[in-house]
């Protein structure tokens, strides 16, 4: 069974820094894609950043410079450090897994930034 578990949400000023950890289990971690989306009510999921098994990063534009993902194979986790965080952050974070073909998600975790 795939288990994505995210924690490390909040709330945080704006300018203020959060770190997100996405603890996986019950896949290859090494091979996987592992990434982070968010999402706000009313708006579709989007992506924030990926990290492949190579590891290559990709980031939204508007994260691009603030957001940071990283992994540990060792410890079957993917990060994401958040810096400078502006209220259009605010949203629902989500972990996310592409194991061999299949994608898979976590259960989401809050995070507010307030003005």
């Known amino acids: 069974q795939v288990q994505l578990v995210e924690s490390g949400g909040g709330l945080v000023q704006a300018g203020g820094s959060l770190r997100l950890s996405c603890a996986a289990s019950?896949?290859?971690?090494?091979?996987?894609?592992m990434g982070w989306f968010r999402q706000v009510p009313g708006k579709q999921r989007e992506v924030v950043a990926v990290?492949?098994?190579?590891?290559?990063?990709r980031y939204a534009d508007s994260v691009k410079g603030r957001f940071t993902i990283s992994r540990d194979n060792d410890k079957n986790t993917v990060y994401l450090q958040m810096n400078s965080l502006k209220p259009e952050d605010t949203a629902v974070y989500f972990c996310?897994?592409?194991?061999?073909?299949?994608?898979?998600w976590g259960q989401g975790t809050q995070v507010t930034v307030s003005s």
């Open positions: 996310y897994a592409n194991h061999r073909g299949t994608n898979y």
């Open positions: 019950g896949i290859v971690f090494g091979i996987a894609t």
């Open positions: 990290i492949t098994s190579g590891p290559i990063e």
